[in-house]
């Protein structure tokens, strides 16, 4: 392993990155968005660069990945423009109305649906679609919608663990390692499954009282879909997304093409849709936050600080594999509870890549990077962007009704969520020492 002396280059790259990151972690103290930080972040990596010879402007659009970039910004438009359709509220409320009042079907029955949903859409996105309706259908069985908010914020974090497109840190990690849409699910689907079932299991006991209410007769009848011919186009462009996603590498595009695609043809098809409208629920904050992070960690690779971090790593990994990819799962974890989990993937990506280049094999330390933020997410309401808005519209619920029952606090979150977290980890802990032979094969 080549040594790294710690060099004045290191230590200027390393004091922008640690007062970026502790900015973009206490967002809520100071009040300043996260892209704002980053942006900032990145301008001054840029600058610092440019003082001690190892980093340009140019070299800071060359560490974009703008294949997370462009694969982000399809997929948002393509859910902006399938949310007025109706087709998601026809579900849920097809749902409720099958569950016929047995809440724990209902909350096994929505938690399905947007899991799935969640496999290809971004997590934050299907709380948005399915946080309001479920207040509605709750309300309208008088029933508390706490367990349900819980729930869909729950499974959706653990169910887009799955896929490549599910959670912003997949998407940053298979563009980064070049792992296929395949390789991803086949890998992760199986261990996903099991925590999803293990999560599920968990709130039954976890909402026993809740889920033993008496609901309400409702007569609420399932309303049609306004937009019924764009909602099926859209399930069939959907559909043979997934096809493409599949088939990318034999296709050798790559899934940000597949997306664009897919986007297109939808456009092409809602021939009403204006592009300023369809355009609109792409956040485009967001993704100015990973542009100004890829380079603030783009700058910090050009100096070799990582390289230098990477170096001191690199023999406990050597030594025992399976205890590495076991420590980096459960720090990311917990990490991922208390801050949020894309700095520390974007971080720890190209730590890893050092590795991969002194010829060990890091294929489990992707998975365990993988589940790790993903399921540490859980733990608290900061977890992840998706519960910070279910505790959003729960505690502007409880306001409207005068009702603080219906808040989910973070005492309330850290109750319910910080178990469900512990328990999937133990879960995929056991999974990984069983057959990490599986999870150590080769990615190419």
């Known amino acids: ?3 790294y002396a710690l060099t004045s280059e290191m230590i200027a790259s390393g004091i922008v990155l640690v007062v970026t990151f502790i900015a973009i972690f206490t967002e809520q103290i100071h009040h300043m968005e996260r892209s704002k ?5 990145a301008v001054a990596m840029i600058i610092v660069g440019q003082i001690y010879g190892f980093y340009s402007p140019e070299d800071a ?3 974009v990945d703008w294949n997370v970039i462009f694969l982000l910004a399809a997929m948002m438009t393509i859910v902006s423009i399938m949310i007025p359709t109706g087709g998601f509220q026809w579900i849920a409320y097809k749902i409720a109305a099958f569950s016929k009042g047995r809440l724990y079907l209902m909350l096994c029955l929505l938690g399905t649906a947007v899991t799935v949903i969640s496999l290809l859409l971004d997590n934050v996105t299907t709380v948005v679609i399915f946080g309001p309706l479920i207040i509605l259908i709750a309300n309208a069985m008088k029933v508390s919608p706490v367990p349900y908010l819980l729930a869909a914020a729950l499974l959706s974090d653990t169910g887009g663990i799955a896929t490549l497109v599910g959670d912003p840190p997949n998407i940053m990690i298979g563009s980064a390692a070049g792992i296929s849409f395949n390789r991803f699910l086949f890998t992760m689907g199986p261990i996903v499954l099991v925590a999803w079932i293990v999560c599920l299991v968990m709130l039954k006991f976890l909402f026993k009282k809740e889920l033993a209410q008496t609901p309400a007769e409702t007569s609420q009848e399932v309303p049609p879909i306004p937009e019924k011919r764009l909602w099926q186009a ?8 997934v096809v493409f996603f599949m088939l990318h590498n034999a296709l050798h595009w790559e899934p940000w093409f597949v997306a664009v695609l897919g986007m297109s043809a939808l456009v092409l098809v809602s021939k009403r849709i204006v592009m300023d409208h369809a355009m609109e629920h792409v956040e485009i904050t967001l993704l100015m936050f990973f542009i100004g992070l890829f380079m603030v960690v783009g700058g910090v690779e050009h100096s070799q600080f990582l390289e230098y971090l990477g170096s001191h790593i690199t023999p406990f990994v050597q030594a025992d594999l399976l205890t590495a990819t076991l420590v980096l799962m459960w720090v990311g974890a917990f990490l991922s509870a208390a801050i949020d989990n894309i700095p520390f993937t974007a971080a720890m990506i190209p730590i890893i890549l050092g590795m991969e280049q002194q ?3 890091v294929a489990p ?4 990077l993988a589940m790790g ?6 733990g608290t309401h900061i977890g992840s962007t998706a519960n910070v808005f279910i505790v959003t519209i729960s505690e502007r619920l409880a306001r409207e009704q005068n009702d ?4 989910i606090t973070p005492g309330v979150w850290f109750r319910k969520g910080a178990p469900i977290m512990l328990g999937t980890l133990v879960a995929a802990t056991i999974l990984f020492a069983l057959f990490f032979d599986y999870f150590a094969r080769p990615i190419s």
């Open 1 to 3: 392993m080549e040594e």
């Open 37 to 41: 930080v980053a942006a900032a972040g």
């Open 61 to 63: 659009l060359e560490a």
């Open 234 to 241: 859209s399930v069939l462009i959907l559909g043979i997304m």
């Open 359 to 361: 010829g060990i094999n």
């Open 365 to 368: 330390l992707w998975w365990g």
């Open 373 to 378: 933020v993903g399921l540490g997410g859980n």
């Open 404 to 407: 603080r029952s219906l808040a």
